[in-house]
């Protein structure tokens, strides 16, 4: 079996890591903040690293979950990163929301080193990741993505390779796109509901069993009415994904008219002080703009 090596225990990382040791493979962990790890460690065994070309060094397989392009650069090219340590043959997989372009220049660079590289940002959220119930969307070469994919299984739910390096990252800016535009609706179709003066809550149960239901009215209507945004995806993330879709879209030509709206009504968000709250806040945002 494989050695298998995490970097990157947040929200996501942390359980999908988790999901991995479980299932019997031997895993070992990297965090920027020590203190997460090693409590990661307590809980689920394996090891952890202090240095990520020491992780690397020992692992076949190397998965990352970080922040952002940067991130990624930083963690895979590096001084003391992954392509310091990792030995030819080997496979990242990367789990970061990022550019589709810096999959495409981080692919080129670990081929120059005989590694393999799979850009494979996942949809879910942390209940997906808690669950093992993830959607993995990768780009890359088949070979790289049957060989993942045995490790993927443990915390997925559905997983399609979607092209070469960055098709990836470029079907999780899809994703993202349809997502602001249902949270949108959503907040506005409750807001209209209370202000008719209907019991928003039985308005729900009859419209989620028709041609409306989808997966943010079915997970976020009851903590909506609630006005409770402390969980979730925050708006800060969803900022950066959509920054990243918007300035893909001025590449291919793509009409983003609603996606550039509901990215500003993000920005108001955040200047109200939620950026850390979850997506689906728009609709605090239309109550207190009434």
């Known amino acids: 079996m494989e050695k298998v090596g995490?970097?990157?225990?947040?929200?996501?990382?942390?359980?999908?890591?988790?999901?991995?040791?479980?299932?019997?493979?031997?895993?070992a962990v990297f965090n920027r903040t020590p203190e997460r790890a090693i409590t990661w460690v307590d809980y689920f065994g394996g090891r952890s690293f202090e240095k990520i070309s020491s992780l690397s060094s020992e692992s076949d397989l190397i998965f990352l979950c970080v922040?952002?392009?940067?991130?990624?650069?930083?963690?895979?090219?590096?001084?003391?990163?992954?392509?310091?340590?990792?030995?030819?043959?080997?496979?990242?997989?990367?789990?970061t929301t990022t550019s589709s372009e810096l999959s495409i220049q981080i692919s080129k660079e670990c081929q120059s080193k005989g590694i393999s590289y799979l850009d494979a940002p996942v949809s879910g959220g942390e209940a997906g990741a808690k669950e093992g119930k993830l959607t993995i969307m990768c780009g890359g070469e088949e070979k790289d993505f049957v060989r993942a994919k045995k490790i993927m299984k443990s915390y997925s739910k559905f997983i399609r390779l979607m092209g070469p390096s960055g098709s990836g990252q470029l079907t999780k800016m899809v994703n993202q796109i349809c997502i602001t535009g249902l949270i949108q609706s959503l907040s506005e179709a409750i807001n209209?509901?209370?202000?008719?003066?209907?019991?928003?809550?039985?308005?729900?149960?009859?419209?989620?069993?028709?041609?409306?239901?989808?997966?943010?009215?079915?997970?976020?209507?009851?903590?909506m009415l609630e006005d409770y945004y402390e969980h979730g995806f925050a708006?800060?993330?969803?900022?950066?994904?959509?920054?990243?879709?918007?300035?893909?879209?001025?590449?291919?030509?793509?009409?983003?008219?609603?996606?550039?709206?509901?990215?500003?009504?993000?920005?108001?968000v955040q200047s109200m002080g939620g950026g850390r709250w979850d997506t689906s806040s728009l609709l605090e945002r239309i109550k207190r703009n009434e």
Do not use: C, P
Not at 70 to 86: A, H, K, Q
Not at 235 to 264: C, F, H, P, Y
């Open 235 to 268: 708006v800060d993330l969803m900022r950066k994904d959509l920054k990243i879709a918007l300035e893909e879209s001025k590449k291919n030509g793509a009409s983003m008219e609603l996606t550039k709206l509901i990215d500003k009504f993000y920005e108001e």
């Open 192 to 223: 209209f509901s209370q202000r008719a003066g209907l019991d928003t809550s039985e308005v729900i149960e009859v419209i989620s069993k028709g041609a409306a239901q989808s997966w943010q009215m079915e997970n976020r209507w009851k903590t």
């Open 67 to 95: 922040g952002n392009d940067e991130d990624v650069r930083s963690v895979i090219t590096g001084s003391s990163g992954v392509l310091e340590g990792m030995k030819s043959g080997g496979l990242i997989i990367d789990h």
């Open 6 to 27: 995490f970097i990157g225990l947040g929200v996501m990382g942390y359980s999908i890591a988790g999901h991995i040791k479980k299932k019997g493979h031997e895993t």
